[in-house]
């Protein structure tokens, strides 16, 4: 893997993105894919989880843009297919089937910890032009209690998360009401 050529290849796609969605976010969930690798001790294709990682983000725009780059890198077919695969298999809802899509889907939900998930929420409200309590709404309704994941190391930790955001929703709209 020429990380170099990655990240040339898909910074553009992200330069546009929000502060919760851009290149930092990507960095951010490859060091939540470290950490459940050194704590689970998964046997895992890991440069196909880091390539997925970069193209969580594009797969559903793009993905045929990811695989014809993915083959001008002379990457297996079988290995595209992996790496395609794990990159849906890390957005909510997916379920994901594969060992790499489960570490980096859940990468994905615990990236930050509780408090970034919170903040994560507001930040991604207010970007898409939400009022605060159109924010909260859609929280309540789409996110707090839904995120899942599938991992002995990240279930408590998402469990945590969840309870963490259902409580801080519901104190901050109690406040503002």
Same mark, same amino acid.
């Given at each position: ?9 898909? /910074?553009?796609?992200? !330069? ?10 990507? $960095?951010?969930?490859? *060091? ?14 890991? $440069?196909?989880? =880091? ?24 990457? #297996?077919?079988? *290995?595209?297919?992996? =790496? /395609?695969?794990?990159?849906? #298999? ?11 899509? &489960?570490?980096?889907?859940? !990468?994905?939900?615990? $990236?930050?910890? *509780?408090?970034?998930? !919170?903040?994560? +929420? ?11 309590? #159109? ?5 309540? *309704? ?5 995120? &899942? +994941?599938?991992?002995?190391? /990240?279930?408590?930790?998402? #469990? ?5 955001? &259902? ?11």
């Amino acid at each position: 893997m020429d990380k170099e050529k990655l990240v040339d290849f898909v /910074t553009p796609y992200y !330069a546009n993105k929000d502060i919760m969605h851009n290149m930092w976010h990507i $960095e951010l969930v490859i *060091k939540y894919v470290d950490r459940i690798l050194n704590s689970g001790h998964y046997q895992v294709d890991y $440069e196909s989880l =880091i390539y997925a990682a970069y193209f969580h983000g594009l797969i559903y725009s793009d993905e045929s843009i990811v695989i014809d780059w993915l083959r001008s890198q002379n990457i #297996e077919e079988e *290995k595209i297919r992996l =790496i /395609t695969t794990i990159a849906h #298999e890390s957005q909510r809802p997916e379920i994901p089937q594969t060992l790499e899509g &489960k570490i980096l889907h859940d !990468a994905h939900v615990i $990236e930050g910890g *509780k408090q970034y998930s !919170a903040v994560k +929420c507001l930040i991604t409200g207010s970007v898409r032009g939400q009022t605060l309590l #159109e924010t909260i709404d859609y929280v309540e *309704k789409f996110i707090a209690d839904k995120n &899942k +994941c599938y991992l002995p190391e /990240t279930i408590p930790l998402c #469990e945590e998360s969840n309870e963490y955001l &259902k409580k801080f929703i519901q104190t901050l709209k109690e406040d503002i009401r």
